[in-house]
């Protein structure tokens, strides 16, 4: 995996921006580290220098934000899923897309990020 500390991506990675205060987050995050194939970029939303990211500061802490190598951006469960993508462990990550369950996954995502942004930020 490729980590910067800036706002910087590299070529032909993925990046996911995530929140480094976060226990749950940082704990994801190393965990990708360890399973990563090398195309995940890893940018720490408190590191980021200048506002180059896909999104406000505010809302990239509320959410995970992925952007694609082609600049495509996920937010949220999507973009929880396209990181696990950069692993070995990917495939078992895709059965939350899935049309049947992907509604109530999004649901669930969205429920515990708005508690976790709470809990840490307000």
């Not at 720490?44 to 995970?64: F, Q, S, V, Y």
């Amino acid at each position: 995996m490729t980590q910067q500390a800036g706002g910087e991506r590299a070529t032909g990675c993925g990046t996911l921006y995530y929140d480094g205060q976060c226990p749950l987050c940082s704990a994801e995050v190393r965990r990708l580290q360890q399973l990563g194939n090398g195309s995940l970029s890893l940018l720490d939303i408190h590191r980021l220098t200048d506002t180059g990211g896909p999104a406000e500061k505010t809302d990239l802490l509320k959410n995970l934000h992925y952007v694609t190598p082609s600049g495509e951006v996920l937010v949220g469960l999507d973009a929880n899923v396209a990181a696990w993508q950069h692993t070995r462990l990917g495939i078992l990550w895709r059965w939350l897309r899935w049309p049947f369950v992907r509604p109530v996954a999004v649901q669930l995502y969205a429920f515990w990020a708005k508690r976790r942004y709470r809990r840490l930020y307000e």
